[in-house]
């Protein structure tokens, strides 16, 4: 596997540095590993912080800036964060009013980011934690690890931003992430598996005529393993999941057709023509969408559907001004 | 009791068997649970000094494993080492009596922190047995008692082959995570296998 990389254990300090140099309205501290908004903290303003593991770029550090994160903490690539990082976002972010972490829902993530909650509160800052479970893949059961956090996470981070940048209040900001976590879910489809460069190999084998449906981000395998389909059966099946799990009839919806990282935009895009039809045919209106390579999976190639049903109170925010490497309007 | 030994021990043999335990979790996980453990016990190692007190000695450890590890292994072990020196407190000597307390307090700081039971194919269908195996040898001494808690650590995670995941990332996999020994419960036994080989010892 050809990668463009200098040396396998600088990929993700690399990257900071690039993400550094290129957007300098950014503060990136190499050191403890954080990406933080160069006016951070702000008094009285609620503390946005998310992370992750590395190769979901442009999340979480993409999002970082007005009207989204306040700090994202990336991880080795696919593992999370350690909590001396998270606690080092947190502490940098924190204006008094309290911090949100927004925590997709995989074991490492969630453990880490609750011994750094801990450790926060030892120094006198209010953590509240968002699990992001919004992956219909993944059968739910209270005897499980539950559903995995994925594309959803754009809209929290996005719509939970938003209400923290206007002064919302801590319980508020972190209301709205859950309600939009509540109002969301996701389907994913590999065409191929992707490479984490330190393996070197495959994280999973597909043949050529094969796809895997209800894929995490990690590249992890998903619900099933079938033969190859049109971008309008994979997209049947994705919404079809969706559908079956949250009755989209009668709804405004934001739509996200997210790329994993290796499929063009050109093919993202008439898959979102076959989401918008599929919609209109089930009694759904979509009033927003997105187009393009969100939360991706190294060079995975394949899509994330991610639907979420709109307020006006959520469409409002999520309208609302933003300026991050990732996402830019309205500004 | 010297668990400098011990934990010096537990990152040689996690060392020596990383490339297994990465193959383990690459069936049923993300396949990085060898390279990970080795490399949070590899510092962890590191920042240990025989000189220190035997609980100071599992709290260091743990506190490292946590700062360095990352994934779900990192607060696991590391919460479970920080319980287990807490509960040795300030003392100079650790006996078998004392180290039994170290480890039922582990196990509790694991559970409490990642909630899975017995069955739920996890480092908890090791370690739960091998405490209470230890417990109910304690009597006879040290080297007895850690031998006990050894086999039952095998046999525990012998038997999550046949399981279905309920918790962590091999959940997702529902019925395709039955047919593999839990990486998480192997690598449990290498911390009861350098537990036997230093009580042994000493």
């Excluded at chain 1, 009013?97 to 074991?107: D, E, L, P, R, W």
């Excluded at chain 2, 209470?132 to 650590?153: I, P, Q, S």
């Excluded at chain 2, 039955?178 to 990486?183: A, K, L, T």
Aim: charged share 25%; hydrophobic share 45%; with cysteine.
């Amino acid at each position: 596997m050809k990668k463009l990389i200098d040396a396998v254990d600088d990929v993700v300090l690399d990257a900071m540095r690039g993400m550094a140099a290129a957007h300098p309205s950014l503060r990136v501290d190499l050191e403890q590993r954080v990406i933080v908004r160069s006016d951070a903290p702000r008094t009285g303003k609620v503390g946005l912080v998310s992370g992750g593991g590395s190769g979901h770029e442009p999340l979480h550090g993409g999002f970082v800036g007005y009207g989204m994160l306040d700090a994202a903490c990336p991880g080795e690539v696919f593992t999370s964060p350690v909590p001396d990082q998270i606690l080092a976002a947190t502490t940098a972010v924190s204006g008094g009013a309290g911090v949100v972490h927004i925590v997709k829902n995989y074991t490492g993530d969630v453990l880490n980011f609750q011994m750094a909650a801990e450790l926060a509160e030892d120094e006198d800052i209010e953590v509240v934690p968002v699990v992001i479970d919004d992956d219909v893949a993944v059968q739910d059961s209270t005897f499980t690890a539950g559903r995995r956090g994925t594309g959803a996470t754009v809209f929290a981070e996005k719509i939970a931003g938003a209400l923290a940048e206007s002064g919302g209040a801590l319980a508020d900001v972190a209301g709205v992430a859950k309600e939009v976590n509540e109002r969301s879910r996701s389907f994913g489809v590999a065409l191929t598996a992707c490479t984490v460069p330190a393996a070197g190999r495959p994280t999973f084998e597909l043949g050529e005529d094969e796809i895997e449906l209800g894929i995490g981000i990690h590249g992890e395998p998903g619900r099933e393993r079938v033969r190859l389909r049109t971008a309008t059966e994979i997209v049947d099946a994705a919404l079809s999941a969706i559908d079956e799990d949250m009755p989209l009839s009668g709804s405004e919806v934001l739509v996200m057709v997210n790329g994993m990282g290796g499929t063009p935009l050109m093919e993202l895009y008439g898959a979102y023509a076959a989401a918008e039809k599929w919609l209109a045919g089930h009694g759904a209106t979509v009033s927003r969408r997105l187009v393009g390579n969100y939360v991706t999976s190294l060079e995975m190639a394949g899509c994330m559907i991610s639907v979420c049903r709109l307020t006006p109170r959520l469409t409002e925010l999520w309208d609302a001004p933003v300026e991050t490497p990732g996402l830019r309007w309205g500004r | 009791m010297d668990t400098y030994a011990w934990m010096v021990r537990f990152a040689e043999l996690v060392s020596a068997d990383a490339e297994r335990l990465t193959r383990l979790d690459s069936a049923i996980g993300d396949g990085d649970h060898g390279s990970n453990l080795d490399r949070g016990m590899r510092a962890a190692a590191e920042a240990l000094s025989a000189d220190l007190p035997p609980g100071k000695v599992l709290m260091t450890a743990g506190r490292t494993l946590v700062s360095k590890t990352g994934g779900a292994s990192g607060p696991l072990y590391g919460t479970a080492l920080r319980r287990a020196g807490k509960a040795l407190g300030d003392a100079s000597e650790v006996g078998a009596a004392e180290l039994g307390a170290a480890l039922r307090a582990a196990l509790e700081g694991v559970q409490e922190l990642g909630k899975a039971e017995e069955g739920d194919k996890t480092m908890v269908d090791a370690l739960a047995p091998a405490v209470t195996a230890y417990e109910a040898a304690a009597g006879e001494g040290l080297a007895t008692a850690a031998r006990a808690a050894l086999d039952a650590a095998e046999k525990g995670a012998e038997a999550t082959v046949p399981l279905q995941a309920r918790k962590g990332r091999a959940s997702y996999l529902g019925p395709r995570s039955v047919g593999h020994q839990d990486p998480g419960a192997a690598s449990t036994v290498l911390l009861f296998r350098a537990l036997a080989e230093t009580a042994a010892s000493s």
